[in-house]
């Protein structure tokens, strides 16, 4: 029994591959290509090399666009040997078709990956770049078009000096790059970049891409007779220095504008931070302090000065950081007193003035230098009023005199704001007795040695400079205004009463 099975079974496995062995014989297995295209099947080819020398063939637009040699498949396409003995293939043709409808071509080239960065900068607004993809057939269109981004904050011979290692040492005052790098990731991949994403061909292209995030055109405007830059830019609400940025051919803020000149009105928002970091020795005043004394026998509308102030002068050392050009940070790291300033003594009449007499009333009255002290005890100006990245910085930030530094009222009147913010931080407003109002924000924690209601002389300190709200560096934001601060007043340029 046993052997007859085990015949019967030999017999049962030689039938199976005789039956199978003959469907064979008329059908040769053979080698095919499945061209999946996002996952999908679209059929089998014989030849891959086929299939992309037609789609390069077929591209001579697409060449000539990019002045590239060769076009290649998509990138979702993919192309998998197979051993069939299934013999219906399509033509190259029928899958080429059936490709172009889906997904674009591709051409070689470069992926640069920039990661986004978020700083707050001393005027409190975010300076932000996002997350950026930029393609390029050649690498130098990227690194052409950085260059170019680093020039338009930085002067050439300056940058050049900083790379070539020839920067003057510093022997009284004076500045010395100490670092340029740009802040945010950037990774740069080879890659087959399809062809309906933007592809740079041109650095003054990406570079205004990099400057201004897009690579529209911008808004022009037509000069008048009698514009200065500085009123074209103030009054379309952008920097002198966005104004020269945006104009490359105007080479500085006096130059001239000729009637009907047409100019350029970016606003700029960097796709990447480049920064620069400083050490700077320079010699800055020191404003004096006012000390008043109260006389009895004299009306309120009587003073006068029994003791002149005198500036002092200070040789500072400072760090600087800046972001595409806007000042970051100032850290003051040494100070030495060249001359002391010599206190003013003013004495005022205390003998109230009787019915009748009006102080103040409506209005403020025209600008004047020596209306205001100095609010602080040195004078860097870290960011100015202005326009910039199209928003107002309504104050003048001062910055470097140290974490705690007195902040001084810049003239007698009545606290009518002391507290904290979310973006001003710890700050103090003082209605003055000439009818202006100044703000004094991003004081330290503990620092407002003043309340709503107090009466405060000039020269009197008010309380401390810190960081407290939007600010990254210790610094005084000191905003004039013609009214209450957002509540109907005017914020004007401080540096005008100076
Ligand atoms: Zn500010």
Same mark, same amino acid.
């Given at each position: 029994m046993n052997r007859i099975k085990k015949i019967l079974g030999v017999l049962l496995i030689l039938c199976t591959i005789l039956t199978t062995g003959f469907t064979n014989l008329n059908n040769n297995p053979k080698t095919v290509y499945r061209v999946y295209l996002k996952g999908k099947s679209l059929g089998l080819i014989e030849s891959k090399v086929e299939l992309?020398?037609?789609?390069?063939?077929?591209?001579?637009?697409?060449?000539?666009k990019y002045k590239v040699k060769k076009v290649y498949a998509p990138t979702d396409l993919d192309i998998v040997k197979e051993i069939t003995y299934y013999n219906k293939v399509s033509s190259v043709k029928t899958i080429y078709n059936k490709i172009k409808d889906i997904s674009p071509f591709t051409i070689g080239g470069y992926?640069?990956?920039?990661?986004?960065?978020?700083?707050?900068?001393?005027?409190?607004?975010?300076?932000?770049?996002?997350?950026?993809?930029i393609y390029v057939i050649k690498k130098e269109t990227f690194t052409n078009a950085i260059d170019s981004m680093v020039k338009?904050?930085?002067?050439?011979?300056?940058?050049? $000096? *900083?790379? =070539?290692g020839t920067q003057k040492e510093i022997e009284d005052t004076g500045t010395i790059i100490e670092k340029i790098y740009i802040d945010n990731k950037i990774t740069i991949k080879k890659t087959n970049i399809p062809v309906n994403k933007t592809i740079y061909m041109d650095k003054e292209d990406l570079s205004k891409y990099l400057l201004f995030g897009t690579t529209e055109p911008q808004k022009t405007y037509e000069v008048r007779d009698g514009d200065t830059?500085?009123?074209? $830019? *103030?009054? =379309?609400k952008i920097s002198?220095?966005?104004?020269?940025?945006?104009?490359?051919?105007i080479t500085s803020a006096n130059a001239m504008l000729y009637t009907g000149q047409k100019v350029t009105l970016g606003i700029l928002k960097p796709q990447v931070s480049l920064i620069e970091e400083d050490h700077v020795v320079k010699d800055e005043e020191q404003n004096y302090t006012t000390k008043t004394e109260e006389d009895p026998n004299q009306y309120t509308n009587w003073s006068e000065v029994k003791q002149h102030g005198v500036k002092g002068l200070n040789r500072v050392t400072q760090k600087v950081q800046k972001v595409n050009g806007e000042t970051l940070s100032v850290v003051g790291v040494s100070k030495e007193v060249l001359k002391e300033p010599v206190e003013e003594i003013v004495?005022?009449?205390?003998?109230?003035?009787?019915?009748g007499w009006y102080s103040g009333g409506y209005g403020v009255p025209l600008p004047s230098k020596?209306?205001?002290?100095w609010p602080a005890t040195c004078s860097t100006i870290s960011s100015p009023f202005g326009w910039r990245w199209g928003q107002l910085h309504d104050g003048t930030d001062i910055a470097g005199c140290g974490y705690g530094s007195n902040i001084f009222?810049?003239?007698?009147?009545?606290?009518?704001?002391?507290?904290?913010?979310?973006?001003?931080?710890q700050f103090i407003t003082v209605r003055h007795d000439n009818g202006y109002y100044t703000m004094y924000a991003h004081l330290c924690n503990g620092c407002r040695y003043v309340n709503v209601g107090d009466r405060v002389q000039r020269g009197q300190v008010i309380g401390g400079m810190g960081q407290t709200g939007f600010a990254t560096g210790v610094h005084l934001h000191f905003g004039v205004w013609t009214g209450p601060p957002y509540m109907g007043g005017t914020a004007l340029n401080a540096l005008i009463f100076y």
């Open positions: 992309e020398n037609y789609i390069d063939k077929k591209q001579a637009e697409i060449k000539e992926q640069i990956t920039i990661k986004g960065v978020e700083k707050k900068s001393n005027n409190g607004k975010t300076i932000k770049t996002d997350n950026q993809t338009a904050f930085i002067k050439e011979e300056d940058y050049n $000096a *900083f790379a =070539n830059i500085e009123d074209v $830019a *103030f009054n =379309n002198t220095e966005e104004f020269l940025i945006a104009n490359p051919t004495v005022k009449g205390t003998k109230p003035m009787g019915d020596g209306m205001f002290g009222a810049a003239e007698s009147g009545v606290v009518t704001q002391s507290g904290y913010k979310y973006d001003n931080g």
